[in-house]
């Protein structure tokens, strides 16, 4: 049984910095990614990384954001950087082969 598990949002001030982190079980895939969904919005790709460590961000995290993977330990990492309230919202944890394969999501709030 695949299982993504995120961890690591919370509260933090404008400017401050968080980790959140992605425990994959049942499964190793090549591609992972990150998506978050603020209040009242559709649920966009934050950021991706493949097998071979190749990276993609969207541009509103470019510069902030580092996503990164530990293979051994088959999680993934997402390190933000100069956080703005703009970036408050659930951050899930994804993954496809055939099927797409979503963690519970961990919330992550910016106060101004």
């Known amino acids: 049984q695949v299982q993504l598990v995120e961890s690591g949002g919370g509260l933090v001030q404008a400017g401050g910095s968080l980790r959140l982190s992605c425990a994959v079980s049942g499964s190793i895939f090549s591609a992972m990614d990150w998506y978050r969904q603020a209040p009242g919005k559709q649920r966009e790709l934050v950021a991706a990384i493949t097998s071979g460590g190749s990276t993609n961000y969207a541009d509103s995290v470019k510069g902030r954001f580092t996503i990164s993977r530990d293979n051994a330990k088959n999680t993934v990492y997402l390190q933000m950087n100069s956080l703005k309230p703009e970036d408050t919202g659930v951050y899930y944890c994804?993954?496809?082969?055939?099927?797409?394969?979503w963690g519970k999501g961990t919330l992550v709030t910016v106060s101004s």
């Open positions: 994804h993954a496809q082969r055939i099927l797409s394969y």
